[in-house]
């Protein structure tokens, strides 16, 4: 077991918890489980045969949710629309890793590109000075 978890590759992810396990871990009773599940709030992992299973995220999950009813006073359906609004601050910020991680990329594909060209100069050739000069051209006149 590492972190209240066993430890066969599971994660805070992994839906370990029987209900009524879930159930003492977040405080709350199972019924309000269930119900929060019908309404959207939390949504546990199912077994094959439909049973609930819940993961350390969804505990935390169910503790935040008594915490904004409990603490802050917010109805069921301004939490519902907060746990949304995280979610997808959260999977904005992924795009935004995942954007900046290609960015990144590109630069340094760039810089790559950059450097080969320069490298591929001909080094036979020889820069000439630029000078500028004034000529005065003066036609011989016709007779």
Known sequence: MFGGLPHDGADED?????????????GLHAQTLRSYDRQGLVSPGRTSGGGRRYSMRDIALLREVQRLSQEDGVN???????IELENQVDALRARIAELTEELTAAYVSAEQTAAAVHASYRKDLVPLRQQTALVVWKPKKRN
Do not use: D, E, N
């Open 76 to 82: 069921l359906a301004g939490i519902k629309r907060i």
């Open 14 to 26: 992994t839906p370990v918890f029987v209900i009524s396990v879930a159930a003492q871990l977040s």
